[in-house]
């Protein structure tokens, strides 16, 4: 008899746990809800407090956490340095790597994840991290071609930066051609070789990465006008050799004018009401949004 009583006990104390947590679920999820009521109206801070809320409530309710990584993003201001807005990047970040380390996350919220923070670095200025996400990005959806558009635009942000730099500690402009005397021409030949060392990867990954994109996309002018700008940073690093600089100079004019040629053409189909009349949203939500 006592047996049976300690059984029924027990049986009574685990009803209690199961209705608790199935109760904290439903809390999660109204909290959640109204979290996504206030990002669409663009009440971030309010937003935020519901979606910690939801997680606080049920840390495995994925798509809270995207919304409030989400959320935190918005609020992140790109090239504002001050402690508050690093803060919301970092917590950000932090979001999305919890949702990445999940392995129940499905495959569309692990690239909305991986994405974001591959935006969040790219926009700090952390150009190495922001390849590496986006490189798995592209790993996990191989014909996205936006994402191989991203890792040319960085590459070209990357090898611009570093150009700036070490060609005006000479005294020369990012797009200024080397010095051909001779009492300018053998430092100006070591200037090249630093950049060629450091930039030559890079433009030959944002290359490669832009060219995947256009094939996945014919008529993607934004990609076209980088393949023109990384050929000038492909001009800067053909060390001692005029003709194959001239040859990348003829090549970044030639991709500058099909870019200009496809904007033309698209325009002329919009004024013409050929566009197709469909408006993609640019933004993204974490799957499982209402």
């Not at 937003?47 to 993003?73: C, Q, W």
């Amino acid at each position: 008899m006592n047996r049976s009583v300690r059984v029924l006990a027990s049986m009574a104390v685990l009803a209690l746990l199961f209705g608790a947590v199935g109760c904290s679920k439903l809390k999660a999820r109204d909290q959640l809800n109204k979290g996504v009521q206030s990002f669409k109206n663009a009440k971030y801070e309010e937003a935020i407090e519901h979606f910690k809320n939801a997680v606080s409530l049920d840390p495995n309710l994925v798509t809270a956490r995207l919304y409030l990584g989400t959320a935190y993003m918005q609020q992140y201001v790109p090239g504002v340095i001050a402690p508050e807005n690093d803060q919301y990047a970092a917590q950000a970040i932090d979001q999305f790597k919890t949702v990445l380390a999940d392995n129940s996350t499905t495959r569309e919220n692990r690239l909305h994840a991986l994405k974001s923070i591959a935006s969040l670095y790219y926009n700090m200025k952390e150009f190495e991290k922001a390849k590496d996400y986006y490189r798995q990005a592209a790993q996990l959806d191989p014909n996205d071609p936006e994402t191989y558009y991203m890792l040319g635009v960085i590459n070209w942000a990357d090898t611009y930066k570093t150009a700036a730099e070490v060609k005006g500690k000479v005294g020369l402009g990012v797009d200024a051609e080397f010095r051909k005397d001779k009492k300018q021409a053998k430092e100006d030949l070591q200037v090249c070789q630093q950049l060629q060392a450091s930039n030559g990867p890079k433009v030959d990954e944002g290359l490669e990465a832009l060219d995947k994109a256009l094939k996945l996309r014919q008529d993607y002018e934004d990609a076209m006008a980088y393949v023109n700008l990384l050929y000038r940073r492909k001009a800067d690093i053909e060390c001692g050799n005029p003709d194959a600089r001239a040859a990348d100079i003829k090549t970044a004019d030639i991709w500058s004018d099909k870019a200009m040629d496809v904007r033309k053409e698209k325009s002329k189909k919009a004024e013409q009401g050929q566009a197709g009349g469909i408006v993609l949203d640019q933004g993204q939500q974490p799957q499982g949004a209402k």
